[in-house]
C-alpha cells in the first residue's frame, strides 16, 4: 500500500507543477494536494496522512477564520504566513482544534511534517523549533524538480525511525 502524503501550496497546479512530477512517478506514494488552509485543515481533519508537506505563503480559502487571518495581515500570503498558522493549529493543544471538527491525535506528530517555502530557514527556525518540525526545503528558482519528493522521503524517514 502507497503511503499518503498531502502537500498544503497554493501553486500546486502552477508554477510548482513540476514538482509532483517525481513524487508520481517514483510510485510510492499516493499524493493529495490542498491549494488553501482551508483545504489543508479539512483534508487533516477527516484523513491520516504518513507525510504532511506545508508551504507557508497559503491562501485563507473559503473558511472565515482563515479569512480574517489574513485580512487582519494585510490580504498579503507572505505577511500572513498562514502555513505556519496550519502547523500551529494543528500541533498545538491537544484536544484544541481551529476548525469545527476536532484534529485527530494522529495528525499531531510534528515528524510527520515538512516545510516546502520561498521562505528563509532563519525566518522560520524558531517557530519550527517550537513546533518540533525538522524538516525544511527551500523553494528557489534552481532548485531540483526532485525538492517536493525528496522532502517526502525525508519525513517518511523521520517517521519510520521511531
Given at each position: 500500500m502507497k503511503r499518503r502524503v498531502l502537500w498544503v501550496e497554493d501553486s500546486a497546479f502552477g508554477e510548482n507543477?513540476?514538482?509532483?512530477?517525481?513524487?508520481?512517478?517514483?510510485?510510492?506514494?499516493?499524493?493529495?494536494?490542498?491549494?488553501?488552509a482551508?483545504?489543508?485543515?479539512m483534508?487533516?481533519?477527516?484523513?491520516?496522512?504518513?507525510?504532511?508537506?506545508?508551504?507557508?505563503?497559503?491562501?485563507?480559502?473559503?473558511?472565515?477564520?482563515?479569512?480574517?487571518?489574513y485580512s487582519n495581515k494585510g490580504r498579503s500570503s507572505k505577511a500572513a504566513r498562514l502555513g505556519l498558522r496550519l502547523l500551529e493549529v494543528v500541533l498545538g493543544e491537544p484536544g484544541v482544534a481551529w476548525s469545527n471538527e476536532k484534529?485527530?491525535?494522529?495528525a499531531r506528530d510534528p515528524l510527520k511534517y515538512g516545510v516546502l517555502t520561498v521562505e528563509a530557514k532563519e525566518s522560520l527556525s524558531a517557530d519550527l523549533d517550537r513546533l518540533?518540525?525538522?524538516?525544511?526545503?527551500?523553494?528557489?528558482?534552481?532548485?531540483?524538480?526532485?525538492?517536493?519528493?525528496?522532502?517526502?522521503?525525508?519525513?517518511?524517514?523521520?517517521?519510520?525511525?521511531r
Open positions: 507543477g513540476a514538482l509532483l512530477t517525481p513524487v508520481v512517478l517514483s510510485g510510492r506514494y499516493d499524493i493529495r494536494t490542498a491549494v488553501t482551508t483545504a489543508g485543515l483534508e487533516l481533519t477527516r484523513l491520516e496522512f504518513d507525510a504532511v508537506i506545508v508551504d507557508i505563503r497559503i491562501l485563507p480559502g473559503s473558511d472565515p477564520r482563515w479569512i480574517d487571518e484534529v485527530p491525535d494522529e518540533g518540525v525538522i524538516a525544511y526545503r527551500n523553494k528557489h528558482a534552481a532548485a531540483s524538480a526532485r525538492l517536493l519528493l525528496e522532502l517526502i522521503d525525508e519525513v517518511v524517514a523521520f517517521k519510520g525511525k
